[in-house]
Nanobody
Framework: QVQLVESGGGLVQAGGSLRLSCTSS????????VGWFRQAPGKEREFVAT????????KYEDSMKERFTISRDNGKNTVYLQMNNLKPEDTAVYYC??????????????WGQGTQVTVSS
């Protein structure tokens, strides 16, 4: 397992952009796929996007693939989630997680503490 720290959340108006970062100080971070999930108040945690250990392969939840881009820089031990054209329904706590490459939260063994994203209308 690895320790993960998310950053980059905040308050943004609808139509705006944010870039979330997920970092780790541990070398083994680059051995894992990293996924982003989100959880809105009163809702289940849902898959957003994932990238494999190399950064070559990515998957997205269908409704987000046109607006969100996941990438990683293994030299910096960091995975990014670029979010464009944000909508109020994107408001949630966003979590990054490290583990096996997949869309299920059960594929991931390490989780960050989450970063709040709030989109105002």
């Amino acid at each position: 397992q690895v320790q993960l720290v998310e950053s980059g959340g905040g308050l943004v108006q609808a139509g705006g952009s944010l870039r979330l970062s997920c970092t780790s100080s541990e070398r083994t971070f680059n051995h894992y796929a990293v996924g982003w999930f989100r959880q809105a108040p009163g809702k289940e945690r849902e898959f957003v996007a994932t990238v494999d250990w190399s950064g070559t392969n990515t998957k997205y939840e269908d409704s987000m693939k046109e607006r969100f881009t996941i990438s990683r820089d293994n030299g910096k031990n960091t995975v990014y989630l670029q979010m464009n054209n944000l909508k109020p329904e994107d408001t949630a706590v966003y979590y990054c997680a490290a583990g096996a490459y997949g869309t299920s939260q059960y594929a991931y063994v390490s989780w960050g503490q989450g970063t709040q994203v709030t989109v105002s209308s």
